[in-house]
């Protein structure tokens, strides 16, 4: 889960950190959090840390690892534990579907606070499991029009709410072999390779073997439902910040988003032919 939100992280301080219209509106010391709650995991991704102004020499983020934080699930207030980094977490609490979560901290003399609900799971199911691709030996090109590549493998679910969903692929193999091996000779570049889709309010995802599957062996799919708050943030990462005024957030008295997701995972293997 930790790809997810390393990516919901990045794009964050990236608008925080650079939007020019926040020039004296934003206080360098106004926290910023990053909150991704799983449904059916433990609570350790969220975290905070202090916004940076437009135009300042400094890059890298101060962390805020000295707050009380607690998460309440409307019966129940759990406090989080810094783990360092501007992470706090509480191992023993396990997110739930279907319930609202309010975070709770104090800092620079005021009460900071956000609230999200954590959405049902949907069982997806995919098209195919096997499929088999041609290995192109480096020195060589495809074949023009890719040859006999396989048909996209369909993920499908259930989404008559009309929610956000994405997906995630990822090769799970120890020491992956390349489809294409030009690859290989970078291999500290794509090892850790992973495809993340644009989240839509789709019922279905076509995984492209040609584009979004790169090695042999077994891969995973995750299926993640969200919340519109986290399209909202992917979608005005896209646009020129010139434009953009503030940032999407739902954190009262402090910029960012916590934010809720559920997810079903498939798995699906790529044969060399």
């Known amino acids: 889960m930790k790809t997810a ?6 794009i964050l301080l990236l608008l925080v950190a650079c939007e020019p219209e926040t020039i004296g509106t934003t206080e360098t010391k106004t926290a910023v959090v990053t909150g991704y709650l799983f449904a059916g995991q433990p609570c350790d991704s969220i975290r905070i840390v202090q916004s940076i102004s437009y135009g300042s020499e400094d890059t890298v983020a101060v962390t805020l690892d000295d707050l009380v934080v607690t998460l309440s699930d409307g019966a129940t207030t759990f406090t989080l534990t810094p783990a360092g980094a501007g992470y706090y977490r509480n191992p023993d609490l396990i997110i739930e579907s279907g319930k609202n979560y309010l975070l709770q901290f104090e800092h620079n003399g005021k009460a900071v606070s956000a609230q999200t609900f954590v959405p ?3 069982e997806a199911a995919l098209s195919d499991t096997l499929i088999e691709m041609e290995k192109i030996e480096a020195g060589t090109f495809p074949p023009i029009g890719g040859g ?5 493998i369909e993920a499908t679910w259930d989404n008559s709410e009309g929610d956000y969903y994405y997906v995630v692929v990822q090769n799970l193999e120890d020491d992956p072999e390349y489809i294409n091996e030009f690859f290989a000779g970078q291999d500290s570049l794509f090892r850790n390779f992973r495809f993340i889709s644009e989240p839509q309010a789709t019922d279905f995802y076509n ?3 040609q584009r979004e599957i790169w090695q042999f062996g077994k891969h995973r799919v995750i299926v993640f439902r969200v919340n519109p708050e986290y399209a909202a943030l992917y979608n005005v990462s896209a646009s020129s910040s010139l434009s953009i005024t503030e940032p999407p957030g739902n954190v009262e008295n402090g910029l960012g988003i916590l934010t809720g997701a559920a997810s079903d995972t498939l798995f699906f293997v790529v044969k060399k032919q």
């Open 120 to 122: 049902e799971k949907r």
């Open 207 to 209: 995984i492209d073997p």
């Open 5 to 10: 939100t390393a990516f919901f992280f990045s």
């Open 148 to 152: 006999t590549m396989p048909e996209p």
